[in-house]
């Protein structure tokens, strides 16, 4: 991994995904944010509805994480849904700290993102 997306992995939050389509096998590019806790990567989703990224992921975790701020490029990933409540609990905890203003608003206190927020951990090989 070279320097410049090492440090677009450390210091930016928005990037967009490329998931293949879990009923079309067709390649779906979204732009999202991702998070670190613990020196790991995770994305998510505000509470609430299903989201087809999300879906996607599930049915087909290989996916391309596409840094787009800092640095420019394409990073094979794979995602793994975080499911466990404890292990959802601990990041959450981590992820909603700098997050305040979004927590405090109605339906967005960190236990509605621990019951029903779509999470994945991401990795690269």
Request: proline fraction near 7%; charged fraction near 20%; hydrophobic fraction near 40%.
């Amino acid at each position: 991994m070279s320097g410049e997306t090492a440090t677009a992995l450390a210091q930016d939050r928005v990037i967009d995904i490329t998931t293949t389509g879990r009923r079309t096998g067709s390649p779906s590019r979204i732009e999202i944010w991702f998070h670190r806790v613990d020196g790991r990567y995770y994305i998510t989703g505000t509470p609430g509805r299903p989201r087809d990224w999300y879906a996607n992921l599930v049915a087909n975790p290989a996916f391309t994480f596409h840094l787009k701020v800092s640095a420019t490029a394409d990073l094979s990933a794979t995602a793994r849904a975080v499911t466990d409540q404890g292990e959802r609990a601990k990041v959450f905890a981590g992820l909603l700290a700098p997050l305040r203003e979004i927590t405090s608003r109605p339906g967005h206190a960190p236990e509605f993102w621990i019951a029903s927020s779509p999470l994945v951990e991401v990795t690269f090989p």
